[in-house]
């Protein structure tokens, strides 16, 4: 995929002292020894990452970590000390004034933790405020804005004002003036953390609804770990200014790079992040549906199993066939067709397991992890599922 954005070896700098403090930095110095010798804070060192176009990027770190500081460097809010922010290609540090108001009216919209609305006026109004400032007419700006309040589910609300609302629904007032721009990326500092979790919650689906539909990039800002991997493609950890690992989810959970991040992601929700592709086991066996009791008797022998899938010629899944029933046709008792079950639990691959696991606990068979075309691809056992946990 190609990059929207390309940071490279940012660094910002807060204070008086900046020269030196770059200097030390040169020197291998870190953060906390700069702030001891020279009071100059450091807010960002020599990060470098890409985002990719289409992307949820997450940056995350605790308080004070240089989250914030990086962000505002996106959109030029803070000028970095040193570096350089490419999007799409062009280095954004080197706009000149014209070329910094285009990007920022036109490429890049904030949405802040405090929003940042204006609460007497109503939520139409509130969403079209970039569009005026743009300078577009009245009629189109309603309109367009409209689309916006309709589509992060605020149909009806148009009118009233926004101190009326509550916080998760400001929250989407927010997210619609950012979108009512069209902006390529979209960047969002902590905004979902001074909501309460359950609207939290509801923010964090929603806004992977909006992604999916408006399909823009957002680099989004958290400190909280879980709500980093539900919502991040690629997520940095940051640390005293520094990234110190960037990767997948998974990527980071299975080889974290050191103890600090292995204590930072330790206290994950691992059912949060893995899905049915992650832990399901090839399924070995299977048996066609022309074949009879004998084979899928020999089958599950073979395989210490007491019950087979049942699939077409092109691993269309069918059903389950049990070893009692197996034995029932073998007895002449069921016909192959009766004796195959067609009510098995199937699931697809993106699945994570907090939603599999009530229904794994409650089959009496593995899940069957299906593809759109309903071909067999992989079975989901109670033991997967505890040996994924496990590891
Ligand atoms: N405008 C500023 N002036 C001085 N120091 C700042 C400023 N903004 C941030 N800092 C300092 O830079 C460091 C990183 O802050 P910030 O980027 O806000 O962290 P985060 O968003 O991860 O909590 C902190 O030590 C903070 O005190
Ligand atoms: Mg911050």
Redesign the pocket.
């Known amino acids: 995929m190609e990059n929207i954005l390309e940071v490279k070896n940012v660094t910002?700098i807060?204070?008086s002292g900046v020269d030196a403090a770059m200097k030390m930095l040169k020197a291998g110095k870190d953060?906390n020894h700069i702030?001891k010798k020279l009071g100059t804070?450091?807010?960002?060192d020599n990060v470098s990452f890409d985002v990719k176009k289409g992307e949820i990027f997450v940056?995350i770190?605790?308080?004070?970590?240089?989250?914030?500081?990086?962000?505002?460097c996106l959109n030029m809010l803070?000028r970095p000390n040193a570096g350089q922010i490419f999007f799409n290609g062009k280095d954004a540090c080197k706009f000149d004034k014209n070329e910094l108001r285009g990007f920022r009216r036109n490429n890049i919209s904030m949405v802040f933790q405090h929003f940042g609305l204006i609460s007497n006026r109503n939520v139409i109004d509130n969403v079209s405020f970039g569009l005026e400032v743009k300078g577009i007419d009245k009629i189109e700006r309603e309109s367009k804005s409209r689309e916006m309040v309709s589509l992060v589910g605020l149909d009806g609300w148009e009118d009233h004002t926004i101190s009326s609302l509550s916080g998760g629904m400001r929250q989407r007032v927010g997210i619609a003036r950012a979108l009512a721009n069209d902006p390529d990326i979209l960047l969002m500092?902590?905004p979902f953390s001074a909501l309460d979790p359950i609207v939290r919650r509801d923010m964090q689906f929603e806004l992977l609804k909006i992604q999916k539909m408006v399909q823009k990039t957002i680099v989004f800002?958290t400190?909280d770990i879980n709500e980093a991997f539900k919502l991040g493609d690629r997520v940095a950890i940051?640390k005293d200014?520094k990234i110190i690992q960037t990767g997948t989810p998974e990527d980071i959970l299975e080889n974290p790079i050191d103890s600090y991040v292995e204590d930072f992601v330790k206290d994950i929700d691992k059912t949060k992040i893995l899905c049915a592709k992650h832990v399901m086991v090839v399924p070995t066996a299977f048996i066609k549906s022309g074949d009879g009791p004998h084979v899928a008797m020999k089958g599950m022998k073979s395989n210490g199993v007491s019950s087979v899938y049942v699939v077409g010629e092109n691993m269309q899944l069918i059903g389950l066939l049990t070893l009692e029933s197996a034995i029932k046709v073998k007895n002449g008792e069921l016909s192959m067709s009766e004796a195959i079950i067609k009510e098995i639990p199937i699931t697809d691959v993106e699945v994570t397991l907090q939603d599999l696991m009530p229904v794994a606990a409650e089959a009496k068979y593995p899940i069957a992890v299906t593809n759109s075309k309903n071909q067999l691809i992989g079975i989901v056992t109670k033991a997967s599922v505890l040996s994924s946990l496990a590891g």
């Open positions: 910002k807060f204070g953060k702030f804070t450091v807010g960002a940056l770190g605790l308080s004070g970590s240089g989250k914030s500081t990086i962000i505002r803070y500092d902590e800002i400190h940051m200014g």
